[in-house]
């Protein structure tokens, strides 16, 4: 069974050796099968990726209907020189720094540490895992009240530890960004934390057994089997953040609106400004193109490295 | 609680045997350490939220005075969920998401294993194609597309409706692969012997294929209803009509609204997540599963 479905190389094999059913036995029913679904691909991924594309190269205006005046290169040519565009990714990239190694490395030790505690394993599930299905609307509520400048709780502590005069986190061009960051740290890394968990699931535990008869201390079997093992779950969370940290919008939105400035004004920010705010959503199409392709690219090389370890392993 | 990635995974040696193995003690030392730690951390995530409840719980007055005069308020009051819930917006963002939400799961579950099950089973021409096409559809990056979905939806007069937000998000690809995934493990006699007798694909799909995939249909739908619930890019853009608001749109817009009503704010932002949190103490294990297949087998 696995090998006539997993692969269609697999099922025509199959066939081959005079399987009961021909090779293109189903294409009816097939198709009926996946035609809501592919309709609905079609309706709100494939057009809507295309239209993009096509009214980047377009005077499009959000408030008139139809395409507008051909603009050839000229959204390209603006946006790639303009100052907002490369602060607005280098404020992603700067949010993706901040974001990334805490969420990988605080995640596998937070799964670690949980896997070798035997009891009340529901209570650190609690613990880390359900800020992750809060609305970000309700994280940044949260957030913005405990850095709220003077009376909040993160000014207090800062003033129980003698700091005098407390920084206003979101209100510094200069700690804005870390303090989203550590906002969304707070939110997302149970997911990380329950992929981890996950993976430790599927490390056979004779060989922790076979270590620890060798002698091996903890810190030499996270190091020589934990940590080799999950490698393809760390390289998968790693990708999978990379790409969420460049598709923040939630989170600036509502904690800083892009402020204090621009100092926190980020690619989906940008985006949506330049097309629900200046009305231009043929330049927010080409700034989207932009971002898209870094996006597709990322997912791009994760394939090839995922591809590389299968063929080592 | 069922843990299923509880005692029985653990790494460490079972306490029956550890002391027979030279390092025994020093594992069961390093595991209480590991406990305490982890205590530590879990204390420290839990700080945000419990600050949220605790202000939530007193009055605007009260909060207003700043983090001193909280912590010593010792006489909580509900009247911030009162006030809330007399309002009438909360009951409006909460129907707007619940429905949203709801419909979108079911589009989603059916449409998507239904495409798994034609992925996983059938044979017919165009399936590496398909199967290819889907692959490139899952790094779509969604939001990305916001702005050609506006104009989509405004062409068809679909801009604030429900379904302004509910069609957009049907078609997640990662769902067709987790259900695909899922029914390649199904073992295929059943079907075998109930096409013996007669039964035709759709039959097949409905009464042999979904009974048996209860525990992906659930993971699927509960995680789907989490993401429609906490969508805000979406809503905030293609509804505008505040009767048609969902929870993070409303939210979005409260904290301006509120001013310095900080126990109010608070309430309101825990009202929103509080159908969730429930969810989650509900189907935890589902969530978790879930979770972990939209990672691992994606």
Partial sequence: MSTQTTTSAGAVSLAARGGARPRYADNKPAWLFLAPFVLFFALFLVVPTIYMAISSFFNTSIAKSGLGSFAGFANYQEMLTKREF?????????????????????????????????????????AFFVPFILPSATISLIWVFIYAPGNGLFAQIQTWLGNAAPTPVLADPKTAMVGVAIATLWWTIGFNFILYLAGLQDIPRELYEAAAIDGTTPWQQIRYITIPLLSRTTSLIIVLQIIASLKIFDQVYLMTSGGPGTSTQTAIGLITNTAFTDFRSGAASAAAVLLFIVILAIAAIRQ?????????A | MATTTGSGISAAAPPARAPRTPSGNSTRTFNIVCGVVLGVFAVVWLIPSLWAIKTSFTTNAVSALGTPAILKDTSPTLASYLALLEGGDIWNWYLASFLTSAITVVLTVVFASMAGYALSRLRFRGRNVVFGVMLLGIMIPGQVLIVPIFEGLGAVHLLNTYWAVILPQVPAVIAVFVFKQFFDGLPVELEEAARLDGAGYWRIYRSVIMPLSKPV???????????????????LFVVSNPKLMTIPVGLATVQGSFGQRYSDIQASSLLGALPLVILFLIFQRRIVEGVAGTGLKG
């Fill in chain 1, 304 to 312: 090839l490295i995922e591809r590389n370890q299968e063929r080592t």
């Fill in chain 2, 217 to 235: 249909i659930s993971a699927m739908g509960i995680l789907t209803f989490v993401n429609v619930w906490n969508n805000l890019l979406l809503p």
């Fill in chain 1, 86 to 126: 490369w602060d607005d990714m280098w404020h992603t990239l700067q949010f993706t720094l901040y974001t990334v190694p805490p969420l990988v490395v605080l995640a596998f030790v937070f799964a670690v540490l949980a896997n070798r505690v035997r009891r009340g394993q529901w209570f650190f599930r609690l």
